[in-house]
C-alpha cells in the first residue's frame, strides 16, 4: 500500500514549513509559481527519500493498490516511460528482479523517444512506439504480448486548454490501438487522460475492448489538474 504523506502535526510549538520562491531575472511567473509548488508538494519530497524518479510513481502505486494489474509474474510495457518513475514502481511489484521467493518473475519493457537512464529490472529502449513495426519489436523484446500496456505521456502543452486536451486524448487512442495490438487476453490498459469534453470517443472504443472500464484521480493527481486516468481491465482479444 502506498504511504501518504502527512504534515508534521506533532509537538508544541511545531509547524509546517512553506518554502517561498523568490522571483529572479530570467524566470516567468509561472516559473516561479511551479518551482514553488514542487518544493512544497509531499509527494516530490516522500518520491526523493524513497528513491523514485519522479511523484508520478504515486499515481501509478495508488492505481495498482486499487485494481491490482502488476502482479508477480506480469510482463508489462511503459509507453513514454521518461523519466522512469512507473517503471521503477513496476518492476517492484511484477517481481522483476526475482527477489521475492517462490513468486513469478516478471518483466517491464520501457520505451521512450527520448534516451532514458538505466533501471534496474527493466528493460528501456529509445522507440517511437507509433512508428512501424513498434508492435512487433516490442513482442519481440518481450518475448510474446504483454499483460499491461501503461502510459503517463502527455503532448507538449500549447498554452491552450482545448488543444491540449484533444491533444492527449488523441495521444491516448494511439496508445490504446498499440495496445490492442501487443496486449494478451485479460491484459490491462492505463493511460493519463485530461477531462474536457472529447474522451467520450475514447471511453467508447475501450468499452469494445475490454470487459471493464473506469476513471480514476488517484490521491497523489493534484487537486487543480484536469487529469484523470482510464482503467481498462479484461482485455477481449
Known sequence: MVKKPTKNT????????????KSARGRTLSSTRWLQRQLNDPYVKQAKAEGYRGRAAFKIL??????RFLVPGA??????????????????????LGEKSGKAVGKVLGVDLQEVEPIAGAEIHQLDFLADAADALVKEWLG???????????????????????????????????????????????????????EGELQKLLKQRFDKVANVKPPSSR????????????FRG
Request: glycine residues 12%; neutral net charge; aromatic residues 6%.
Open 62 to 67: 495508488e492505481l495498482d493498490d486499487k485494481y
Open 144 to 198: 510474446g504480448t504483454a499483460d499491461v500496456v501503461m502510459s503517463d505521456m502527455a503532448a507538449a502543452s500549447s498554452g491552450h486548454k482545448q488543444t491540449d486536451h484533444i491533444r492527449i486524448i488523441a495521444l491516448c487512442e494511439a496508445a490504446a490501438y498499440f495496445a490492442f495490438d501487443v496486449l494478451t487476453p485479460g491484459g490491462t490498459f492505463v493511460a493519463k487522460v485530461l477531462a474536457g469534453g472529447a
Open 10 to 21: 506533532s509537538g508544541r510549538g511545531q509547524r509546517d514549513l512553506t518554502v517561498k520562491v
Open 223 to 234: 487537486s487543480d489538474s484536469s487529469e484523470k486516468f482510464v482503467i481498462a481491465t479484461g
Open 75 to 96: 510482463r508489462v510495457v511503459d509507453l513514454g516511460c521518461a523519466p522512469g518513475g512507473w517503471c521503477q514502481v513496476a518492476v517492484k511489484r511484477v517481481n522483476a
